[in-house]
C-alpha cells in the first residue's frame, strides 16, 4: 500500500500489500508511520508540548463495530436511521473506507488526556502540530472549510502519514490529500502531452 494511498466514502482501502504494523505506545500503526510518530513525539517534548496517539490502526470489525455503536446512539434519541448513518458519516467513515485501516492515520490529543474534541483546535498542542506536523511526514487530513472536498468534517485530532515531501507540499500550500493528489495527475498529464 503506497503512503499516498486515498481512502474516502468512495474509494474503500485496498487489500493489496498491507503494511507492517508496530506498537506506538497504546495504538497499532504502520512501522514507517510509528517511527515518524515518535520522532515527532519526541520533537514536540523538547518544545514543551506532550502529545500522544489515542488511535490508530483499525481493522475492519472494529471501525464496523464503531459505526454501528454511533448510529445506535443516534436511533435511540429518536433520529431516523438514514439520518443517524448519515450524521455519523460525518465524523465516522464507514466500514471499508476508513483511513484507520491503512495503520497511515492517527488521533492525537494532548499527552494528559484520552481523546480530542473540536475544542482541541485551541489549544498549544494543536497549534505546534498544525505548524511543524509536515516535518515528520504528517498532514492535517480533514482541514476546516474543506469537507466539500473530504467529505468528513473538520477534525483536529485526525493526522495522516505521506512522508515528508509530500507533506510539506500539502501543509504548505493550505490543500487537502485529494487536491494533491489532482494536481499531481494534472502535472504528470500535462508533461505527457
Ligand atoms: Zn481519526
Redesign the pocket.
Known sequence: MDHLVLVDSVRAVPDDGFRKLVMCGRVLLEEETARSFIEMQQAAAGDGIGIRAF?GYRSAAYQKELFIRSVCGYISDGVSRSDAEALTARYLARPGHS??QTGL?C?ICRSDSDDADESFSLTKESLWLNDNCFRFGFILRYPRMKEHITGIAY?P??YRYVGAAHAADIMNNGITLEEYLYYRELTKQLLNN
Do not use: T
Open positions: 488511535s483511513e484507520h492515520a488521533d477534525e485530532w485526525h
